[in-house]
């Protein structure tokens, strides 16, 4: 099912007039996430104002529904302070996603009190680069603001490269994915950044391998690519 854009970018733009820039603001201490100038949030009024919500929208074989908070050419400096490990900013971008989730049309069949939320596992190399899996980091982070369950779902097969260099055509395919719990009725799939939803599509596969009438959303901080 396509991701519908006149609900989902309504909501956003709902979202980011009130509750993100916000959420974002409320950050303790320190400089500025993005652009490390001295503020007493995590993000600084400036940097906040440059974000934009998604535009387009994507069909990712076998998802339900899926969302994405950001623009991603309007929001790379926070995705790219986000996957360096700043963890400052992790709660509040999950605080905005949560919220984004609220402001949707209630949408049974992915988001109940029975589903579970997981994330599409980078690959090794690129998690001991970064200190860690950043859509792991985000998944927790956003069941703590959503009260739903977490889970490690996915493990990435081993020799899978990293979609991060790869061309439109070879994303698409996505990486291989194996699943390695019980998905139950429904999954939400964590990633940071959706392009081309091949690797969301490649989560979803795996999923339904194991259950097949799994119903799978998706949520991302940041959409890149869409039309």
């Not at 982070?141 to 996915?154: D, E, K, V």
């Not at 979803?204 to 009438?213: G, I, M, N």
Request: glycine letters at 12%; aromatic letters at 4%.
């Amino acid at each position: 099912m396509a991701w519908s854009t006149s609900d989902a970018i309504g909501s956003a733009s709902r979202l980011w007039d009130s509750a993100a820039r916000g959420t974002l603001g409320l950050l303790g201490g320190g400089g500025c996430g993005v652009c490390r100038v001295r503020a007493p949030s995590g993000l600084c009024g400036p940097c906040a104002a440059t974000l934009e919500p998604p535009t387009g929208e994507l069909s990712i074989p076998g998802v339900a529904h899926a969302w994405a908070l950001l623009n991603y050419a309007h929001a790379r400096d926070l995705v790219l302070a986000l996957k360096a490990g700043d963890r400052r900013l992790v709660d509040a971008v999950a605080a905005a996603m949560a919220a984004e989730l609220r402001s949707a049309d209630p949408i049974t069949d992915v988001l109940c009190p029975a589903t579970i939320i997981t994330w599409a596992p980078t690959s090794a190399a690129r998690a001991r680069e970064r200190g860690g899996d950043q859509a792991e980091v985000l998944a927790r982070a956003l069941a703590t603001h959503t009260g739903l369950r977490c889970r490690r779902l996915l493990r990435r097969a081993a020799g899978s490269p990293p979609q991060h260099g790869r061309s439109a055509a070879q994303r698409r395919n996505g990486p291989a994915f194996r699943c390695v719990g019980q998905p139950g009725p429904s999954v939400l799939v964590v990633d940071d950044v959706m392009t081309t939803g091949g690797t969301i599509a490649a989560a979803a596969r795996a999923l339904h391998a194991r259950t097949p009438d799994c119903v799978v959303g998706a949520m991302a901080m940041a959409q890149s690519g869409w039309s």
